[in-house]
């Protein structure tokens, strides 16, 4: 009985295991809600190491189909890539008219839906599996495992999402001023998108440019707002599945509420295949419709 009392004592309540789940592995305690110290950042060990893994992994895949392909009949997985390959082209195609462009952006996308899903595919895995490896490894390291924490879906930490949504920007500026040139790029800063000519167009300039910052913050920030907001919603709602089998079976109501974790977890699983899918051609999609405007003279 005292063993009993000692392991309900210590059990966590729902509020205790979300909250367990939704902190990072960081190099250090953080200070705020946002710390931005640049002599010693704080670093998302977790989100760093599993995106790193998952984009060596793509970009090795990627590499090992290439090298395999044959002119005959191709098998599923190059046919798959090929398929993968065409769509991205194609819709390259149909937005970036230069084509030197296209030679870079169109990989660029590709490369971004392939990592962007196999980051989004991390929320498919057990909920609990990889912490619990964690757990015993920080703990036979001679750590506390109550303090082990393990995120292992990239693309619900905000720092990832924003960083490739700033990555998408400095690609939006290259071509910025690659195609019009620093003072063609300078002037449409101030002309668009309220064009005027004579004194008019001075009175304007700091409203153009203000526009234009405003927008160019906008895309950047809804970009990485709108892949970490859904990833995000969907890891926490896989939580909330696992706490209706946290109840036990105690009572009808708690095998009933077991029963349902089955059912309403493995529906949510099936049901977020298409998110996970959805949410990184949306990404790689504004990519493309994004460095596309950056060849538009407005």
């Known amino acids: ?4 009392e000692h392991v309900a004592e210590h059990a966590p309540t729902a509020g205790e295991y979300i909250s367990h789940h939704l902190t990072h592995l960081t190099s250090r305690a953080q200070t705020g809600i946002a710390d931005f110290s640049l002599s010693d950042p704080v670093l998302k060990l977790d989100s760093l190491f599993w995106s790193i893994l998952l984009g060596v992994l793509g970009s090795f895949f990627l590499w090992r189909v290439a090298r395999s392909v044959t002119s005959g009949v191709p098998g599923r997985v190059q046919a798959a890539v090929e398929f993968l390959v065409e769509m991205v082209d194609t819709q390259a195609k149909g937005i970036i008219h230069n084509e030197q462009s296209r030679k870079v952006v169109a990989p ?5 839906f392939v990592w962007i899903f196999l980051m989004n595919a991390m929320d498919l895995l057990p909920l609990d599996l990889v912490p619990r490896i964690w ?6 390291a001679g750590h506390d495992p109550h303090h082990a924490y393990m995120r292992v879906v990239p693309t619900a930490d905000l720092s990832v999402t924003l960083g490739m949504s700033v990555t ?22 101030f002309s668009a998108p309220f064009h005027a000519h004579g004194p008019m167009a001075l009175v304007l300039a700091p409203i153009n440019f203000t526009l234009q910052i405003i927008e160019f913050l906008a895309k950047t920030i809804s970009h990485g707002m709108r892949l970490f907001g859904n990833m995000f919603a969907g890891e926490l709602v896989f939580m909330l599945i696992a706490l209706m089998g946290a109840v036990g079976f105690g009572s009808f109501g708690g095998i009933a509420l077991w ?3 089955i059912i309403a977890g493995t529906a949510w699983a099936i049901f977020h295949i298409l998110i996970i899918t959805l949410q990184a051609f949306i990404f790689m999609m504004l990519t493309l419709v994004y460095v596309g405007q950056a060849h538009d003279k407005h």
């Not at 660029?108 to 971004?112: D, H, I």
């Not at 757990?135 to 036979?140: F, K, L, Q, T």
């Not at 939006?172 to 002037?187: A, H, M, N, P, R």
């Open 1 to 4: 009985m005292a063993a009993e």
């Open 108 to 112: 660029l996308a590709l490369t971004s």
């Open 135 to 140: 757990e015993m490894i920080y703990g036979a």
């Open 168 to 189: 998408v920007l400095l690609a939006c500026l290259y071509y910025s001023i690659k195609i019009k040139g620093l003072t063609g790029w300078v002037g449409e800063l």
């Open 259 to 261: 029963v349902g974790q």
